[in-house]
């Protein structure tokens, strides 16, 4: 049961426009989201966070939206660049105590920028 | 800081051999985690350790699947015997903090 869902396998956005890249959870435990990038043949890197007292979190032309209601957030990436091509992994955290905590991931999303 | 080190990074095998795969944290970093990643369920949690000590092995699929800690500096993940529906990328990824993970680049197993 994927408790994390990234509906979307891909994205194509042109240089310069908006890349809006999905994310869903069924666990209302979660109380913190982070999204990662990966590029092919690396590891996942963290891009941004988002903890669920709030509903947005910016950082330069990334930022990320959190509907608790909705169980649904979104990373908003303006303007888009080529080198944001990648796989980009939604993740999401419970606060179940002690200073660290496991991460459940999406399937995550192709993004790719055609310049 | 040289970040997350796995070893080997590609790894080629035939079914029903063993295989080990290894993984040196961040220095400081008390947590560690195995992922494995493939196209039909992403990246999924195999096992995690806090202190050296295994918390949360529920993501484990099999017994054919073990993992050890020794010390602070080493993990291993092992695969005994190996079956072709392991092929995928193994992650391992080291934390101080909640928001702190820091993956390594990854072994690329093959099972043929």
């Known amino acids: 049961d994927q408790q994390v869902k990234q509906n979307s396998p891909s994205l194509s956005v042109q240089e310069g426009r908006i890349s809006i890249l999905n994310c869903d959870y069924t666990?209302?435990?979660?109380?913190?989201f982070l999204w990662y990038k990966k590029y092919p043949a690396e590891g996942p890197t963290f891009l941004i966070s988002?903890?669920?007292?709030?509903d947005k979190n910016e950082d330069g032309r990334f930022t990320v939206f959190l509907n608790k209601s909705a169980k649904h957030l979104s990373l908003h990436i303006v303007p888009s660049q080529p080198g944001d091509s990648a796989v980009y992994f939604c993740?999401?955290?419970?606060?179940?105590?002690?200073?660290?905590?496991?991460?459940?991931f999406g399937k995550g999303t192709l993004l790719t920028v055609n310049p | 800081d040289a970040g997350v080190i796995q070893s080997p990074r590609h790894e080629v095998t035939e079914m029903g051999q063993e295989v080990t795969l290894r993984c040196k944290p961040i220095?400081?970093?008390?947590?560690l985690f195995w992922y494995r990643q493939t196209m039909m369920r992403g990246l999924e949690l195999l096992i995690y350790?806090?202190?050296?000590?295994?918390?949360?092995d529920s993501g484990m699929p099999e017994d054919r699947f073990s993992a050890k800690m020794p010390n602070a500096s080493f993990s291993t993940l092992k695969i005994q015997p190996s079956e072709p529906r392991d092929s995928a990328v193994y992650f391992c990824?080291?934390?101080?903090?909640?928001?702190?993970?820091?993956f390594g680049s990854g072994t690329r197993l093959t099972v043929v």
């Open positions: 990824a080291s934390s101080q903090r909640r928001y702190g993970y820091t």
């Open positions: 666990n209302s435990m979660f109380d913190y």
């Open positions: 988002i903890s669920s007292i709030k």
């Open positions: 993740a999401a955290s419970t606060n179940s105590g002690g200073s660290n905590y496991k991460l459940t």
């Open positions: 220095s400081g970093h008390n947590s």
């Open positions: 350790f806090n202190n050296n000590v295994p918390i949360d």
